[in-house]
């Protein structure tokens, strides 16, 4: 009878599948297997290197190669992947997870992925991929890009985020979690939209040793939209701001109009 | 008075920004400058290389190139780019244009970029950069992956639907132009949404000259959405798909039950 339970219980467990986009040794991913592993039976495959601003790449014209690892001590099985965090999260579910995982996370993101971020992000494409593949996800940032940055408050507010999402009955559920900075305590939680603004790029212009000229992209956001009902207020006031998300891309509310159109 | 009335008209011919996702050479690009060419003062600025699947990547860890290029006898300017699509569009507007084009056009896509394969692609990454920056855009598509496509039939109801966007006053309007393929006459323009579709991946695993295993990514389209209102239909009955496109991703939908949740 006590064995009976005790499978009984372990299938209950829910499969949670974790990527990101800064590599599989980032601190930030080491910090979400950490929480994850309170949660349930974990697998990590994760890209092998960084694919910041990878956007929803997927690869398609080149060969990928998966290489089991072992990282720390924890009791998660991991793999890294020499892809992209969307090809991360196809390969998992095709060629690693005997089933259909019961959420994946990605992140902890070192940087912000609010605002239009989510449509450069690579930690987000992952949480978007699992979505389309009707798997619930979140994606997790926080607005610190250092490799040492702290995520140690971030902690039990993931382990409740992704507590509440484990309960939800939407299959495709997607959310975009960003963490402001340089906070210890942060003011609670803020459901959010996407705030309105880009990216006002830079390139700085340099030449090689061998005297050609090449390009780096740099620049700073900005937002054109000061409305409480974004990520971007929730973040500035200290919120943790949580912005469902769609990969329905049409825009409803162009289509009236459209239909209006003569094509001569 | 004749110089002047020239230098009017001059100023008033609107300028096209023209990319793909094919590369420079590609034969879908080389027929969009040729109709742009019809239309406006065209600028290109294309990758230097194919960038299929790149999703809305943009070069952030590496350095980028520029290279004049004179491809063919039109009257066009043309440059190459050594990054994605996205970075294309960011280059051309930051470094290269004098001024903010009124239009820009990406394709025509070798391959479908009908309902969610939008996600994934290069082509319309560029088309939806160009609507971040406030311009107007479109990307086209043929649902036709082979190198000597047939683009003939495309090119009118290109000239008429870039026609159409140029007058609209929408600044960030993006459309998402799919034509079907091996069809002489199409048989109209259809404005849709994107149909509900995921790829059911498979993994086709190989082995090297020294052993180690490796994976391509190969698979096929699942319609889940049979709707009237879809690109998918559309294209199976034999019209142009017209779908308007957001990067508004929140799912507005899921805001106010979200705002319910307790996270404890």
Redesign the interface.
């Given at each position: 009878m006590c064995n009976f339970v005790f499978i009984y219980l372990n299938m209950k467990k829910p499969l949670i599948l974790v990527t990101n986009d800064d590599g599989i040794t980032a601190p930030g991913l080491r910090t979400l297997i950490h929480v994850m592993n309170k949660l349930g039976e974990v697998v990590v495959v994760a890209p092998d290197s960084?694919q910041?601003?990878?956007?929803?790449?997927?690869?398609?014209?080149d060969?990928?190669?998966?290489k089991k690892e072992k990282i720390d001590d924890g009791p998660q099985t991991e793999y890294s992947i020499s892809g992209t965090p969307?090809?991360c999260v196809?390969?998992a579910?095709?060629?690693i997870l005997e089933r259909k995982p019961d959420l994946c996370v990605s992140g902890i993101n070192h940087g912000a992925n609010s605002s239009?971020n989510?449509?450069?992000s690579g930690t987000m494409?992952a949480a978007?991929e699992a979505g389309?593949?009707g798997i619930k996800s979140i994606g997790f940032s926080l607005l610190d890009y250092s490799w040492d940055a702290d995520f140690e408050p971030c902690k039990d507010?993931i382990e409740?985020?992704s507590h509440?999402v484990l309960n939800q009955k939407?299959s495709n559920?997607?959310l975009?979690v960003n963490f402001p900075s340089k906070i210890k305590q942060f003011k609670g939680?803020k459901?959010c939209?996407?705030a309105?603004g880009?990216?006002q790029?830079?390139?700085d212009k340099?030449t090689s040793p061998l005297g050609?000229?090449?390009?780096?992209?740099t620049g700073s956001f900005i937002n054109q939209d000061n409305s409480e009902e974004t990520d971007e207020w929730a973040l500035e006031k200290g919120y943790v701001s949580?912005?469902?998300?769609?990969?329905?891309?049409?825009?409803?509310?162009?289509?009236d109009e459209?239909?209006k159109?003569k094509?001569?």
């Open positions: 960084p910041s601003g990878m956007g929803h790449a997927i690869t398609i014209s060969t990928l190669y998966s969307a090809d196809k390969f579910i095709r060629e239009i989510v449509i450069y494409s978007i389309i593949e507010y409740k985020i509440n939407k559920l997607i975009n939680i459901i939209r996407q309105k880009y990216w790029d830079t390139y340099r050609k000229e090449y390009y780096w992209l949580v912005v469902p998300i769609s990969y329905d891309m049409t825009s409803h509310g162009d289509l459209l239909k159109w094509f001569n």
